[in-house]
């Protein structure tokens, strides 16, 4: 819990850091979804981490931008811009926060009606960073608890069952 | 006089809930293993510890409560009931200890979500959610869609009982002479359509470039979610995450598979695909598919929001899919929704929640054969009242076998109709009540009944907690189509009141 709530403010610094440093020209996912017509076709600038996995369909590559509140799909044709992505969000990975400028469609004709951002310009705003696994010793110790109670429990049970068999035997 | 429940109930069913209890915390020892695969050792420990209490509890049932006889059908019906209640708190319980859900309510409403194969989400940063609780969510669907009590039945519930808790899961037809052969079919039947299908969405994703073991987790994850038609995706986005048409076709075509009826399934497995041409409830699915996607297509000639048909058809017609076979899947936001879709589209997808995919298969909602018997009932009422007094009017239709329309069939089928649209409008109402639009909560309360889940973006964390509760409620009631419930609440209640 205390991992994931650690994680969350740091992705909000990161957020907040990365939009005070590159200026107010930055859109929320939420605005384009809003408002899509005000930028239906417009090149838009957005900031996010980098989720999950970077997919490929011939030449086109696919990669989610979450920006703390909503998700976004980008596609991104050119390979020196792909190569600048080196940590993808993840469990115990927040990915790289990256800025994003490209054109907006809310109806791609080119990807079947895909909601998408075509990336002219892709940078790094922060890198990502990978988190520890780490494991609550009061856990750990509630575990141990409960395995000697299911052996306890096993045992009689089965104690029981074989006192059962034997006296079933004997009438 | 309908008899009061004894002390000998009591011992049956918490005999068996111990069992259940034991045989949840068996299961969860597989995400200890994906969790060990992926070196994410706090989430095994999360895991061990619910295991082990879910052993625990279990034991403890078995030793107090020992099994005097046989269960009777009052007795199994309500261990349906009780048992998915506590299912779904058993179940909630590593999902909470992940610290992903704000509170038990939360990841109790994702348990029943996933056990009841609905596909709502309360869920807060699934993209950061370890290997092992993720899989947790799906496999939940895998049981829930093939029944706690079908697992049940294969492993523990022998004797006179099966057919009772089977009957209570609401799983009527006897594909195979004895139920826990028919139990044991599906179960086959499930896990080579798992091979085939994890195979399929595996190789499409390893042709995107996805690293073969993201791609293996995805294929997996997303097959058994589609199979039994939950709709849940392993990341946030559902499958707009994926951005790919080959994976759109591929699940569509998985809960086109899940939705339809396993004796359907057993006909063509043992050499009779004509039984796909003959079948009356599956004609009849086919043609409400077409009447509801032209509906949707009228919708849209008032509002076209699509670039070209081929958008227009991917979209719309996917989403139509996932919501008449129950799954939930979303290859469009919930913006999108609310944004694009004219009323008579949405309704055209209401509509296709509400009716839901075929009797005895892993959908949800009314079934498409009650509605081919209520409709046979019309027609047979129609040509009694126009024939001579003397006709004996018999109608017939075939599904399996060639089957009779009777009155009591008739009557069943209509009480089911009824009730669940009543529990559609009062979910509704309920959450107009909490202030969201009429139609939106019409939606959302449609979805969680008919267990699709698919959303106009009322279900999230942020939600009222007493709409949690009422879409549980919709979930479980929904999933295991009332009657079962209804004797659960008449144990209960003749529990308190003197004999």
């Known amino acids: 819990m205390k991992k994931i709530g650690t994680g969350y403010i740091l992705v909000l610094l990161g957020l907040l850091m990365a939009n005070g440093l590159f200026g107010s020209d930055r859109i929320p996912v939420r605005e384009l979804f809003d408002n899509a017509d005000r930028y239906e076709g417009q090149k838009v600038t957005i900031i996010g981490e980098v989720i999950g996995d970077i997919m490929r369909d011939g030449k086109t590559s696919w990669v989610n931008i979450n920006d703390g509140d909503f998700l976004i799909g980008a596609v991104i044709l050119d390979e020196s811009l792909l190569g600048k992505i080196k940590k993808i969000g993840r469990y115990r990975v927040h990915g790289d926060t990256v800025r994003i400028s490209g054109f907006y469609q809310t109806h791609c004709r080119e990807h079947l009606g895909e909601r998408d951002i075509h990336v002219e310009a892709l940078d790094v705003v922060t890198g990502g960073y990978e988190l520890e696994d780490s494991i609550d010793l009061y856990e750990v110790i509630v575990s141990i608890l409960l395995a000697v109670a299911t052996l306890i429990f096993v045992f009689h049970t089965h104690g029981r069952n074989v006192r059962k068999d034997s006296a079933g035997q004997h009438d | ?499």
């Not at chain 2, 409400?288 to 081929?310: E, H, R």
């Not at chain 2, 040509?383 to 006709?391: D, F, Y």
């Not at chain 2, 409008?425 to 909490?434: K, V």
């Open chain 2, 1 to 499: 006089m309908i008899p009061h429940f004894s002390r000998e109930d009591v011992n049956s069913i918490l005999h068996y809930i111990g069992k259940l209890t034991h045989g949840f915390g068996i299961v969860m020892i597989v995400p200890v293993f994906i969790g060990i695969l992926n070196a994410e050792w706090a989430p095994c420990i999360d895991f061990i510890i619910s295991s082990l209490l879910c052993i625990s509890i279990g034991n403890l049932l078995l030793m107090t409560f020992p099994l005097e006889r046989d269960l009777n059908w009052r007795q199994g019906m309500s261990l349906v009931a009780l048992s998915w209640l506590v299912a779904m708190l058993l179940g909630a319980m590593p999902l909470y200890l992940s610290g992903h859900y704000k509170s038990y309510l939360d990841s109790a409403f994702e348990s029943m979500s996933a056990l009841a194969t609905t596909g709502l989400v309360v869920v807060n940063d699934l993209d950061h959610m370890a290997y092992a609780c993720n899989f947790w969510r799906h496999l939940m669907c895998f049981i829930g869609g093939q029944g706690i009590i079908l697992v049940a039945l294969t492993l523990f519930v022998k004797g006179g009982s099966a057919f009772k808790v089977y009957v209570g899961e609401a799983r009527e037809e006897k594909i195979m002479p004895n139920i826990v052969q028919t139990a044991r079919f599906i179960w086959f039947v499930s896990l080579t359509y798992l091979v085939i299908g994890t195979l399929i969405l595996f190789l499409i994703n390893l042709f995107r470039n996805i690293s073969p073991g993201r791609a293996l987790f995805h294929a997996i994850c997303l097959f058994m979610a589609g199979w039994d038609t939950a709709g849940f995706s392993v990341q946030s986005q559902n499958i707009l995450y994926y951005h790919s048409p080959a994976v759109e076709t591929a699940t569509a075509m998985f809960c086109l598979l899940g939705a339809v009826n396993f004796g359907v399934h057993y006909a063509v497995w043992t050499g009779r695909p004509k039984e796909l041409l003959k079948n009356f409830e599956l004609k009849a699915y086919v043609m409400s598919i077409l009447v509801l996607f032209a509906l949707v297509c009228v919708g849209f000639t008032m509002q076209f929001p699509f670039p070209d048909y081929v958008s227009f058809f991917r979209k719309t017609f996917y989403q139509l899919i996932s919501a008449h076979t129950g799954a939930g899947y979303a290859n469009v936001t919930t913006y999108h929704f609310l944004k694009y879709w004219p009323p008579l589209a949405l309704l055209g997808i209401i509509m296709a929640m509400g009716l839901g995919g075929s009797s005895s298969s892993t959908s949800g909602g009314i079934k498409i054969l009650r509605m081919c018997l209520f409709y046979k009932g019309i027609k047979k009422e129609v040509k009694i009242l126009t024939s001579p007094e003397s006709a004996v009017i018999v109608e017939k239709f075939h599904h399996i076998r060639d089957v009779t329309v009777e009155d009591n069939h008739i009557k069943m089928a209509a009480m089911i109709i009824l009730l669940y649209i009543t529990m559609y409008l009062i979910g509704g109402l309920i959450g107009s009540f909490y202030g969201y639009p009429f139609l939106s909560a019409l939606f959302e309360s449609v979805s969680a009944t008919a267990n699709v889940g698919l959303s106009m973006g009322i279900t999230s964390p942020a939600m009222p907690n007493g709409l949690k509760v009422v879409y549980i409620i919709q979930m479980w009631m929904g999933r295991l189509e009332f009657i079962s419930i209804f004797v659960m609440f008449k144990f209960i209640l003749s529990l308190k009141s003197p004999q």
